[in-house]
T-cell receptor, first 114, second 111 residues
């Protein structure tokens, strides 16, 4: 079955540590996205990638970094510079970049930093 | 930038009752997605509306796009516990633009 996988589902880290969230898709989609979801707020775009070896900042990129070395993988690193890293992180993909194309979402990773 | 406001923010209905969720845009809507999210999980695509006046149904869920009002409504008929979750709308922009999401409506269905 095609889809998007995110791991782990729950992640706990101490303040000051960097942490990397995994996102893999086998849908052969060119575009991939990372969103952050906080209680009472909608999804906010962190980074997106239109194609392999390319990525762009979204609305809240500060304190985060990404890479896109393979079409199927788009890992997100939450650095110690991110002031409020505790949140639910969602990865998504679409056949190509743009809001006209349905985005498929992974199950999410809940990150807790203490 | 475009903003989407959903109302109500949360809703508790008795099983079997009908309900409506609204999504209002600050700018022209060129299309709209409706997604459902179970607590702590990813988003599940429900439907996409592309033209003004378009109405789509999936099982007991019907959504309609009113371009003039810059609004979409999602209606659930005879609600069931399986309908509980967070419903999010997402606006389609012009050209190759990012998807903008609403703040979500949290639905609880009581037995």
């Amino acid at each position: 079955d095609g889809g998007i996988t995110q791991s782990p589902k729950y992640l706990f880290r101490k303040e000051g540590q960097n942490v990397t969230l995994s996102c893999e898709q086998n849908l052969n989609h060119d575009a991939m996205y990372w969103y952050r979801q906080d209680p009472g707020q909608g999804l906010r775009l962190i980074y997106y990638s239109q194609i392999v070896n390319d990525f762009q900042k979204g609305d809240i990129a500060e304190g985060y970094s990404v890479s896109r070395e393979k079409k199927e993988s788009f890992p997100l690193t939450v650095t110690s510079a991110q002031k409020n890293p505790t949140a639910f992180y969602l990865c998504a993909s679409s056949i190509i970049w743009g809001s006209s194309y349905e985005q498929y979402f992974g199950p999410g990773t809940r990150l807790t930093v203490t | 930038s475009q903003e989407l406001e959903q109302s109500p923010q949360s809703l508790i209905v008795q099983e079997g009752k009908n309900l409506t969720i609204n999504c209002t845009s600050s700018k022209t809507l060129y299309g709209l997605y409706w997604y459902k999210q179970k607590y702590g999980e990813g988003l599940i695509f429900l439907m996409m509306l592309q033209k003004g006046g378009e109405e789509k149904s999936h099982e007991k869920i019907t959504a309609k796009l009113d371009e003039k009002k810059q609004q979409s409504s999602l209606h659930i008929t005879a609600s069931q516990p399986s309908h509980a979750g967070i419903y999010l709308c997402g606006a389609v922009g012009t050209g190759f633009q990012k998807l903008v999401f609403g703040t979500g409506t949290r639905l609880l269905v009581s037995p």
